[in-house]
């Protein structure tokens, strides 16, 4: 449950403004009625300067909420955070029909302490319209070695968001590509190790800041997690494990599960990542999670090429146990495609339209 304060610091300023201003209209009233009936000539002075600061406020909250210039008060006293190369997007008139824009934000790692490099995230044309959409999200994640760029590079998750808001209307969801590893060459496999703790980051500290940020829909049947390689494994096993948080996911080109290397035998993991603890180990293994447990009202999206042989191993194995599990399971396998980004961006292009009917972005058919 959040608290008072963190409900105050993610107050929006921009929705249900004409309510506001009629709140302040009606006291401003009230306080000039007090001001002529008061016979304290000393009241009537005090009174004065709250209204008139009442009225400075509510012309300001307009002017706000017309150009969406700070969205919640967390952002306005300087709460939140935020990335200074951000406010700069939030006009719609710079923003070109049909295209989003892709901006660059340190997510402050309150709860795990993870030393993460900046995330990506898209915000499609529709963000920008007024009053500001409530959208849901999908958070994508990258592989090692590589960066939250990876998908906006050789993913193309740009490109293709953009294609598909150019034909419906501009309509997609943010999406969110945040650092699961922290470097280049570091291997979380999104959970909590003596490597860092990804998972709290994953599964708290990026969602309560995009949140409160961007004012999406709540984390739950609205947001998606997806992933390329590791990012893979780690989507399905966050889905698992964080029903709360994600109702869907995509897994392009994954393992069985977390791994502490390049194949399906777990070799090292139980004593690198989980500190020796098979229990540990199971509560994040997808296969043993999907044998113990019933998903009912996931949704899951396997895409991988026909010759990445351990994933597509893992892929046969895995997408059968979600049926079985009440998983909504769709499967895709790219002839000749290998473990490279020609399977994953094409896998991202295939995902998108299935991810967007999942999580509730409406278009017209």
Request: hydrophobic share 45%.
């Amino acid at each position: 449950m959040r608290s008072i304060a963190e409900f105050g610091a993610d107050l929006s300023l921009i929705d249900w403004w004409p309510v506001r201003a009629a709140v302040l209209a009606v006291t401003l009233v009230v306080l000039a009625v007090l001001a002529y009936r008061l016979r304290v000539r000393a009241a009537r002075y005090a009174l004065i300067p709250i209204g008139a600061l009442l009225l400075v406020v509510n012309v300001l909250l307009g002017v706000n909420a017309y150009f969406g210039y700070y969205l919640t008060l967390a952002q306005a006293v300087g709460a939140a955070s935020e990335d200074e190369g951000s406010l700069a997007m939030l006009n719609s008139k710079t923003v070109p029909r049909n295209a989003g824009v892709v901006i660059d934000v340190q997510i402050p790692p309150r709860e795990s302490g993870f030393q993460a490099r900046p995330a990506q995230v898209y915000l499609p044309p529709e963000w920008f319209t007024s009053p500001r959409p409530k959208l849901p999200v999908i958070v994508l994640l990258h592989g090692t070695p590589g960066s939250p760029e990876d998908w906006l590079n050789g993913g193309e998750a740009q490109r293709t968001a953009d294609r598909w808001a150019a034909t419906h209307g501009g309509k997609t969801p943010i999406v969110v590509m945040p650092d699961v590893n922290g470097s280049t060459f570091d291997d979380t496999e999104c959970v909590n190790s003596p490597r860092g703790n990804a998972e709290t980051y994953l599964t708290e500290d990026v969602p309560n800041y995009i949140r409160t940020q961007f004012l999406t829909r709540d984390p739950g049947k609205d947001w998606a997690v997806a992933g390329l390689s590791e990012g893979g494994s780690c989507a399905i096993m966050l889905a698992l494990r964080h029903q709360d948080l994600f109702s869907t996911f995509a897994d392009f080109g994954g393992l069985l599960g977390p791994r502490d290397g390049d194949t399906n035998d777990p070799g090292t993991t139980v004593s690198s990542l989980f500190d020796g603890s098979q229990g540990a180990f199971n509560a994040h293994e997808p296969e043993w999670l999907l044998t113990h447990q019933r998903f009912a009202g996931l949704h899951g999206f396997f895409v991988v090429g026909s010759e990445d042989p351990e994933p597509r191993a893992a892929v046969e194995r895995l997408a059968g146990l979600a049926r079985r599990a009440g998983v909504d399971t769709s499967v895709v396998v790219i002839p000749g495609g290998e473990h490279t980004f020609d399977v994953w961006r094409d896998g991202f292009a295939d995902a998108l339209p299935w991810i967007v009917e999942r999580v509730g972005v409406k278009v017209a058919r």
